[in-house]
């Protein structure tokens, strides 16, 4: 039990933010599955404006609960600088979508309420993969101290420092002080 304690313990800002993470998306999912499946078969626009308007308002609901919820606790670089690379993501992660619906239903030929759906559901579940890790990486940036934890043996202590600069630590106590 000592090992999974440990992982946990390693792991839990990334299993705590994978979660919130999942709960923003799963509604962003909600809105863009069954909003494009409603504009598309009730309302008769095309499968590939029903796509965009429907992920449009769920990318807007996800930034919303991302930028506020899940990665509150990371250091801001600007709301104009976080919404711009926030919605260059969801661009490309649209055009996943749209090469998912193209492959099958265009490709493929299977052009079915199913497929569609299928289709959809694929390019969301691509996409996602894809948003997580690029919120992470270029939106909302890990604090250096989150990057270098579990890797301290990658930076020894004093690097970085040049000779007469004062240095900083985390203060963690544990003899693994990172510079900052």
């Not at 308002?57 to 600088?81: E, Q, S």
């Not at 239903?105 to 569609?116: A, E, H, P, R, V």
Request: proline share 2%.
């Amino acid at each position: 039990m000592g090992a999974i304690s440990g992982l946990y313990a390693k792991f839990r800002h990334l299993i705590h933010e994978m979660a919130k993470f999942g709960v923003v998306g799963g509604i962003g999912f909600i809105v863009s599955l069954v909003g494009a499946d409603l504009l598309r078969y009730d309302f008769g626009v095309g499968k590939y404006k029903a796509v965009t308007a429907a992920t449009l308002l769920a990318t807007v609901v996800t930034f919303i609960g991302n930028r506020y919820w899940t990665y509150r606790n990371r250091p801001r670089t600007g709301t104009a600088r976080e919404s711009v690379m926030f919605f260059v993501m969801n661009g490309i992660g649209i055009l996943i979508q749209y090469a998912s619906i193209a492959t099958i239903q265009d490709g493929i030929g299977l052009t079915s309420k199913f497929w569609y759906n299928f289709a959809n559901l694929l390019g969301i579940a691509v996409g996602t993969c894809f948003r997580f890790y690029s919120y992470r990486r270029w939106v909302w940036k890990a604090p250096m101290e989150e990057v270098l934890e579990g890797h301290e043996s990658l930076e020894p202590a004093g690097a970085g420092a040049t000779a007469g600069e004062p240095t900083a630590t985390t203060g963690r106590g544990d003899g693994l002080d990172t510079q900052r």
